[in-house]
């Protein structure tokens, strides 16, 4: 017996970020939108929990128990009282370290694989809570579509998408720690009051009419700066983007990785190319969205 889940990385087309608050972490308005870049999840029971990992910079996954899919397995089971002895297999396409929410993506698709192995009933909304225990991304990487997550981005409000939306996504040559990314933020914000973070109108707006170039004028990222401060490698990716024709180009989320809006599949192809030639990126994806979040794609059956 296995389950599988399929589950997409995001990109942040929005990211506002608010002062620090006492507890160390940032209110936020957060617009995510699935992409289709996936990884996938598959739970086979097991003596004991086990974690391996394929797929590209598979060997920077970590395969302890600070996993968030080995820590969703274990919060499921902690829940209704039994151990969680499976294997959890992650083939990985998703980004590491990549500001794509990869980590996040394998909890939730560990969670829901093991609900379904296990048969546990868990409602919509306790695998919501559970996530959001897990951290700030996990329970959009459960929704996916596209969302506003408020909060420290676990609190979701879906939104309306009127099309597609097609990206070119440049993975860096190293990987960036968000929380490193939010101490620079923090840094740069020193003596300077920071607005409260609330979700653009426009790029809302952009998002329901399925409009590319409303987006593109819309999109932005409070942690771009830090991100940039921290690597500023990445403005020569950005840069050679928009001369490749992207609409639009920016950091995602608390990066490496390089989100650039295009048109339509042909204008998306062609950043691509001219990104692969630039030198400045170590890979180079292709991904349209909004997606559907996790996914199972095989259920548990006897074997």
Known sequence: MSVTVRVPAKVNVQLAVGAARPDGFHDLANVFLAVGLYDEVTVTPADE???????????????????????????????????????????????VAGGMAGGSADG????LACDALWGTGASRAELLEICAELGSDVPFSLVGGAALGTGRGEVLTPLEVGGTFHWVLAMAVRGLSTPAVFREFDRLAEGRAVPEPVASRPLLDALAAGDPDALAAAVSNDLQPAA???F??????????RAAGALA???SGSGPTTAFLTRDPASA?????????S?????????????????????????
């Open 279 to 303: 030198g400045t990126c170590r890979t180079v994806r292709a991904a349209a969205g909004p997606v559907a979040g996790a996914t199972i794609l095989q259920p548990a059956a006897s074997g």
């Open 228 to 230: 940039l401060s921290l």
């Open 269 to 277: 192809a062609a950043v691509a190319e001219a990104l692969r030639a």
């Open 249 to 251: 180009a920016l950091v």
């Open 108 to 111: 939730a698709g560990a969670l």
């Open 49 to 95: 929990l086990r974690v391996t990992c394929a797929g590209p910079d598979a060997g920077q996954v970590p395969l302890d128990r600070t996993n968030l899919a080995a820590r969703a397995a274990i919060a499921l089971a902690g829940r209704y009282g039994r151990t969680p002895d499976v294997h959890v297999h992650i083939a990985k396409d998703i980004p």
């Open 232 to 241: 500023p490698e990445l403005a020569d990716t950005l840069a050679a983007g």
